[in-house]
């Protein structure tokens, strides 16, 4: 009875290191799954260039590429990046080889760097990289993040649960040994009869009911498409009542609306409107989501006949430098239009006149 109890003991604890170690396998392969990128990369001979695609772990540094990884710009056209995965802003930032940046931005704000888990959204680029594997921006991340896990709540829980059960167990232990022994006479069977109180203590089911029904709950969240990769994190999971997160498209609808267009009076005016969706309209660079909102809302104002009336001549593209972005339009009749949007400082350091009621009148402070 007692070898039974034994082997029925460690084939439950079997059980429940291998259903974990089954389901954290499984879940480690998902996740692998989805991380099977490749990237394009230049290798450059004497007397040709040949374009190759290779796995990320076959890139290293100094290698020339198309598709940024830790890069650094070498030369760039029109290249917009989307680096969701690094700050939690949507919106794509333009790339060049030069840097335009300020002393005190971020890593990432960098604009002639490039990061492993952005996105091309537009535009074409060659790059060195600098930086692949774990030596990333993102691996650093990873790594500072991959340290020793705290326990949850329900982790704690069982631990002192534990702890307990074996406190009794080691006072109840000695004692039934020694009573039993005193009384009978017969410290063989006393000694065995205290093993078997040990091992009656000893919750041999927990352990198994524990995985499995962890192991379920995982299987049902997978079904909604979301990977568990500590079993115990299901517990806490199913304790929250409300979860709050920042990250764009998961709260918000990831676009921007227009609701005001407004003059120098604060008051509504259909000409901000319309040269605002000319703007936006004919340049040929990437729209962002300020000019989609300009576009939805001038074509729900009904303003897309406009359209027929203008032709672009030509665009000056936003740099850093200017602060801004241009297009030059004609109309039927011949005349010429320029159209500049940008940042409210950069329009009003350029300006010297503002139509004011119908009149030019001189801008002052």
């Given at each position: 009875?007692?070898l039974?109890?034994?082997?029925?003991?460690?084939?439950?604890?079997?059980?429940?290191?291998?259903?974990?170690?089954?389901?954290?396998?499984?879940?480690?392969?998902?996740?692998?799954?989805?991380?099977?990128?490749?990237?394009?990369?230049?290798?450059?001979?004497?007397?040709?260039?040949?374009?190759?695609?290779?796995?990320?772990?076959?890139?290293h540094?100094?290698?020339?590429?198309?598709?940024p990884?830790?890069?650094?710009?070498?030369?760039?056209?029109?290249?917009?990046?989307?680096?969701a995965?690094?700050?939690?802003?949507?919106?794509?930032v333009?790339?060049?080889?030069?840097?335009?940046?300020?002393?005190?931005?971020?890593?990432?704000?960098?604009?002639?760097?490039?990061?492993?888990?952005?996105?091309?959204?537009?535009?074409?680029?060659?790059?060195?990289?600098?930086?692949?594997?774990?030596?990333?921006?993102?691996?650093?991340?990873?790594?500072?993040?991959?340290?020793?896990?705290?326990?949850?709540?329900?982790?704690?829980?069982?631990?002192?649960?534990?702890?307990?059960?074996?406190?009794?167990?080691?006072?109840?232990?000695?004692v039934?040994?020694?009573?039993?022994?005193?009384?009978?006479?017969d410290?063989?069977?006393a000694?065995?009869?205290a093993?078997?109180?040990?091992?009656?203590?000893?919750?041999?089911?927990?352990?198994?009911?524990?995985?499995?029904?962890?192991?379920?709950?995982?299987?049902?969240?997978?079904?909604?498409?979301?990977?568990?990769r500590?079993?115990?994190?299901?517990?806490?999971?199913?304790?929250?009542?409300?979860?709050?997160?920042?990250?764009?498209?998961?709260?918000?609808?990831?676009?921007?609306?227009?609701?005001?267009?407004?003059?120098?009076?604060?008051?509504?005016?259909?000409?901000?409107?319309?040269?605002?969706?000319?703007?936006?309209?004919?340049?040929?660079?990437?729209?962002?989501?300020?000019?989609?909102?300009?576009?939805?809302?001038?074509?729900?104002?009904?303003?897309?006949?406009?359209?027929?009336?203008?032709?672009?001549?030509?665009?000056?593209?936003?740099?850093?430098?200017?602060?801004?972005?241009?297009?030059?339009?004609?109309?039927?009749?011949?005349?010429?239009?320029?159209?500049?949007?940008?940042?409210v400082?950069?329009?009003?350091?350029?300006?010297?006149?503002?139509?004011?009621?119908?009149?030019?009148?001189?801008?002052?402070?």
């Open positions: 009875m007692k039974s109890s034994y082997s029925f003991m460690a084939t439950d604890k079997l059980f429940s290191l291998f259903s974990t170690a089954e389901t954290g396998l499984t879940s480690e392969e998902a996740l692998h799954r989805q991380d099977e990128n490749g990237k394009n990369v230049i290798t450059t001979g004497k007397k040709n260039t040949v374009l190759h695609r290779l796995r990320e772990a076959m890139i540094p100094f290698n020339v590429i198309l598709l990884a830790d890069v650094r710009f070498l030369t760039t056209k029109d290249t917009f990046i989307a680096q995965a690094l700050t939690g802003e949507s919106n794509p333009e790339k060049f080889s030069i840097s335009k940046n300020k002393p005190e931005d971020g890593l990432t704000d960098l604009t002639n760097l490039g990061f492993t888990g952005s996105n091309v959204i537009s535009g074409s680029a060659t790059a060195v990289v600098l930086a692949t594997g774990n030596d990333t921006y993102l691996g650093s991340m990873a790594k500072s993040l991959s340290g020793d896990r705290a326990k949850t709540s329900f982790e704690r829980g069982v631990d002192s649960i534990s702890r307990l059960l074996i406190n009794m167990m080691l006072v109840m232990v000695p039934v040994f020694l009573i039993n022994g005193f009384a009978k006479s410290w063989t069977n000694f065995l009869f093993i078997s109180i040990a091992v009656g203590l000893t919750p041999e089911m927990l352990p198994v009911i524990m995985t499995t029904t962890l192991a379920k709950g995982a299987v049902s969240m997978s079904k909604h498409r979301v990977i568990v500590t079993l115990g994190a299901i517990q806490t999971f199913g304790e929250m009542d409300i979860l709050c997160t920042d990250k764009t498209g998961t709260l918000t609808e990831d676009k921007i609306v227009l609701e005001k267009y407004m003059n120098l009076h604060g008051e509504d005016d259909s000409r901000i409107l319309r040269h605002a969706y000319l703007n936006s309209y004919f340049q040929t660079g990437l729209k962002n989501l300020i000019d989609l909102a300009i576009i939805n809302r001038a074509a729900k104002n009904g303003l897309e006949p406009i359209l027929e009336k203008y032709s672009r001549v030509d665009e000056i593209p936003f740099d850093f430098s200017r602060g801004r972005m241009s297009v030059v339009l004609t109309d039927k009749t011949g005349k010429r239009q320029l159209i500049t949007k940008g940042a400082e950069e329009i009003i350091s350029i300006s010297s006149f503002v139509e004011m009621s119908g009149q030019i009148v001189p801008m002052d402070e």
